[in-house]
């Protein structure tokens, strides 16, 4: 019988849900300034509209509420609201300060929620994965900022940005930790760095999930060639899972998971956005249309946990799990 407190145990298994879009949801419920700054920050000097992260602090119901409608469309893993919540990305609101404290909080809604929704359902699966995103600012390996901008940075500086993220994570009680929409290899290696000092402060080795995203200038390199790269990046950080999240949808994802999965001896996972943006800003693949190109990987057996990026809401998850429900997980082997 399989601990479903243990997330070794299960992958084996069965494939795993990831949840949807925070950010998707959160935005369309059109907050005004007032209701971003709440109580914390009703005397806060810079404007505060479009500090989602901050939302754990000033609208935790809501926060709760989205956890909610994850788990109950099937969600195994539910991440933290805190993909900007680092000193880097929140020096635009004048808020830098609050990010030690952020991450612990957001941490402890999403842990509220998993373990209320556990004990109605004995014998569910449910883990809370805090979100590391790529901060506002890439790796300089020089130190020195870049001329044409103020979007790089040193080495040393976004690895304490990581290193007090992951610490807050940790102390917030994470089942597991994800660094995605990893563009820069530089930066994630500063991320990777964090989490390893702060678990040694911690005493704790936490499951490391690494997700790469597909970007414009992966076209000019072959999905072998890209994954190799990633495959030697990831490795000396053992991670329990690597994979691909983001980019312009399930489908341009394809090419690139196929090879990750022949050449991977970690498992695999695959969370697209619903497509690209249009002039309005919507994400326009439904759970039907994403879910043709998931149900490809899931047969063809490339996948061990699946989910979605911005423009998923639960109706694509549920979608996703009912896809999963009786599929055999990719398997791994030291020959991957």
């Known amino acids: 019988m399989f601990d479903p407190a243990n997330i070794y145990a299960l992958l084996p298994s069965r494939i795993l849900i990831l949840d949807g879009a925070m950010g ?56 933290t609201n ?4 680092n000193r880097i990305s929140q020096l635009e609101y004048g808020t830098e300060r609050m990010a030690y404290a952020l991450n612990i909080s957001s941490v402890l809604l999403a842990r509220e929620v998993v373990d209320a929704y556990k004990t109605h359902n004995p014998g569910k699966a449910g883990f809370v994965a805090g979100t590391m995103g790529p901060t506002s600012q890439n790796v300089s390996l020089s130190g ?29 009680g994470v089942d597991l ?41 992966m076209a000019h390199s072959s999905p072998e060639q890209e994954i190799e790269a990633f495959l030697n ?29 022949e050449r991977s001896p970690h498992y695999t996972c695959v969370y697209p956005n619903a497509g690209l943006p249009d002039q309005c800003g919507k994400y326009n693949e439904t759970p039907d249309s994403m879910g043709y190109f998931m149900n490809e990987y899931i047969k063809k057996g490339w996948v061990n946990i699946i989910g979605g990026c911005c423009g998923t809401n ?8 009912s896809l999963a429900r009786h599929a055999r997980p990719r398997k791994i082997s030291a020959t991957n």
């Open 144 to 172: 020195e900022n870049d001329r044409r901008g103020s979007h790089i940075s040193s080495f040393q500086k976004v690895y304490r940005a990581y290193y007090e993220q992951a610490l807050g994570l940790m102390r917030g």
């Open 24 to 79: 998707t949801l959160l935005q369309e419920q059109r907050f005004s300034e007032a209701d971003f700054r709440g109580n914390w920050f009703a005397e806060h000097p810079k404007s505060m509209k479009g500090n989602y992260d901050m939302l754990s602090l000033t609208q935790p119901e809501t926060i709760r509420n989205i956890h909610r409608s994850y788990l109950s469309a099937g969600a195994d893993i539910i991440r």
């Open 314 to 321: 639960p109706g694509h998850i549920r979608a996703f799990t």
């Open 177 to 217: 930790l994800i660094l995605e929409t990893i563009v820069d290899i530089s930066t994630a290696e500063a991320g990777i760095k964090a989490i390893r000092d702060a678990g040694k402060i911690m005493g704790t080795s936490i499951p490391l999930i690494l997700s790469r995203t597909i970007t414009n200038d």
């Open 82 to 85: 805190t993909f900007n919540s």
């Open 233 to 261: 990046f990831a490795s000396h950080a053992k991670p329990l899972s690597i994979g691909f999240n983001c980019a312009p949808g399930a489908k341009r994802i394809g090419p690139y998971l196929e090879k990750l999965s």
